[in-house]
């Protein structure tokens, strides 16, 4: 369950990549190529940073979950699966 959204997120980019709806951010971000998509993930992990120095969980949670999001756009970008990740994560701990 909990990776669950992780997923479902992943294929619904995956499906923006290939449909190219009109009106979408994550069509936006396709359109204007790696270099956009790499700012939002820079601007992303810069806002977690922030947020971690504040008092505030809900509002660092919310950070987290926009960094997710445009990270999942990178990978979707890049070709990259969850699978591809999570078998570097297993290679790691031996």
Do not use: C, W
């Not at 009109?22 to 396709?30: A, G, I, P, V």
């Not at 969980?57 to 979950?65: D, F, Q, T």
């Not at 699966?81 to 701990?93: A, D, P, Q, T, W």
């Amino acid at each position: 369950m909990e990776n669950e959204i992780f997923n479902q997120l992943y294929q619904v980019v995956l499906s923006r990549r290939e449909e190219m709806p009109e009106n979408s951010y994550t069509t936006k971000l396709f359109k204007a190529g790696l270099d956009e998509i790499l700012k939002k993930v820079g601007e992303e992990s810069i806002e977690i940073i922030l947020a971690s120095k504040e008092d505030n969980k809900e509002h660092l949670v919310y950070e987290i979950a926009d960094f997710i999001y445009h990270l999942i756009v990178l990978m979707v970008e890049k070709d990259i699966s969850f699978n591809e990740i999570e078998k570097e994560l297993v290679r790691r701990r031996k």
